[in-house]
């Protein structure tokens, strides 16, 4: 076994941590198999080897979000503790490095949507109703798993894995998460994919192209399993041929690919991407420096310093805030959120006419959704500022200064000027 893969395996199964995230997973999945009506059509029951098969892949897109957890504590603990200096005087390659940190972050993306799909099997298993079928079957549980779950995971780490051994920066990181989701939503809106409310009728080369270029699958599987009848959908597995197959074997070679990129940019010491030029100090003058006369500065505790001392209190914080990867994220996902909801009014569905989409149409959408979420992320970040200099210790610095009390003033600005600025999101 790889010597980082080994390394790694142990560390997780002494931490706490990773139990409590099992047992989230669990409830979670148990959650969705008992609340989820996910309907794929008249007859078909809740727990067939088809709505498995769909829900299984619906809920693969949440690998997306696990892996993105998962990448700054596995990918970037190295870099980020320092001990990257003095693990890399050892005598190993770069493809053992690289292939044990990959199988690791691969393997506890997976183990972990695995472990949602075992929810949702007990789930369907507690559930009852006409709607479902007495019997149980491991196999149309693991088959969705490994077409949709091990595939699709295989995809997103490969992409993500890249990113962050390549570029190095967590930003990145997220912002290419992100990115992959809200690219592939809009895809399926503008590619009528079947499944998405409001898809209007496709021709059989629309359906041939979808099927094909959908990255997660869902799309491939439709198609493949329109020809079922309700009697095998409710009794065998959707086969693995056809445009299925095609599109699963068209993404592990797009994986594949990624994963060779990685391989041949990676580097030891920097980024190639991110290399710059190492600039020697000036030469100083010390002689010059030592006939320079001190001078007395007089301090002065007025108005205008004290003005100037929340705008500086307001700079860090604003500084602090577009530096991070929160602000990326909760940016990309409100003006996503508030875009597809805008998406839905004007089109509102097959059965009602569509709006025109006039400035008032999209004021009353922004006005209906914007607020509730907004005044979440505006929480979390004052939360966050508020708290920043008494985790890091730096407080006793601060309150040992004249303005300290300012600083009050200097978060109320930062916040409002954030306030505003999510608000032009949703316009812009």
């Not at 997306?64 to 890399?88: E, H, N, Q, T």
Request: aromatic share 18%.
């Amino acid at each position: 076994m790889n010597t980082f893969l080994s390394f790694e395996i142990q560390r997780l199964t002494r931490h706490w941590s990773v139990y409590l995230a099992a047992l989230l997973l669990i409830c979670a999945g148990i959650f969705c198999g008992i609340r989820f009506n996910l309907s794929a059509g008249k007859g078909i029951y809740l727990n067939s080897p088809y709505s498995i098969g769909f829900l299984t892949g619906m809920l693969s897109l949440s690998v997306i979000f696990i892996a993105m957890i998962y990448s700054g504590r596995v990918l970037f603990k190295d870099w980020d503790s320092g001990f990257d200096i003095l693990l890399f005087t050892y005598p190993f390659s770069r493809r053992d490095y690289l292939s044990g940190k990959f199988l690791s972050y691969f393997l506890q993306t997976f183990l972990s949507f695995m472990v949602l799909v075992l929810g949702m099997a007990i789930g369907h298993q507690l559930r009852s109703g006409s709607e479902m079928q007495p019997r149980f079957h491991l196999w149309h549980y693991l088959y969705p798993l490994l077409l949709f779950g091990m595939l699709n995971t295989f995809l997103v780490c490969s992409m993500l894995f890249g990113i962050a051994m390549v570029f190095r920066k967590k930003l990145l990181v997220i912002v290419g998460g992100l990115l992959l989701y809200v690219m592939y939503m809009v895809l399926l809106i503008f590619s009528n994919a079947p499944f998405m409310s409001g898809s209007m009728p496709q021709s059989e080369l629309a359906r041939q192209v979808s099927a094909l270029t959908d990255p997660f699958g869902l799309s491939a599987y439709f198609y493949h399993s329109a020809s079922c009848s309700v009697l095998q959908r409710n009794t065998s597995v959707v086969s693995c041929s056809g445009f299925l197959l095609a599109n699963r074997f068209l993404y592990v070679a797009v994986s594949s690919f990624f994963l060779i990129l990685t391989f041949r940019f990676f580097s030891f010491s920097v980024s190639v991407f991110n290399k710059r030029k190492n600039r020697l100090p000036a030469k100083t003058d010390f002689a010059q420096d030592r006939s320079t006369e001190y001078k007395t500065i007089q301090p002065s505790f007025g108005a205008v310093p004290a003005l100037r001392s929340i705008g500086s209190f307001a700079g860090i914080d604003l500084t602090y805030l577009f530096k991070s990867v929160a602000w990326v994220a909760a940016t990309v996902l409100l003006v996503f959120y508030i875009g597809m909801e805008m998406y839905a009014e004007i089109d509102q569905g097959i059965r009602i006419p569509q709006q025109y989409a006039g400035s008032g149409l999209l004021t009353a959408v922004i006005l209906k959704n914007f607020y509730t979420l907004g005044l979440l992320v505006v929480a979390y970040f004052t939360n966050d500022l508020y708290w920043r200099s008494s985790l890091s210790g730096f407080s006793i610095i601060e309150k040992s200064t004249f303005f300290a009390k300012n600083k009050i003033y200097g978060h109320w600005l930062s916040i409002s000027i954030l306030v505003v600025l999510f608000h032009c999101c949703p316009y812009s």
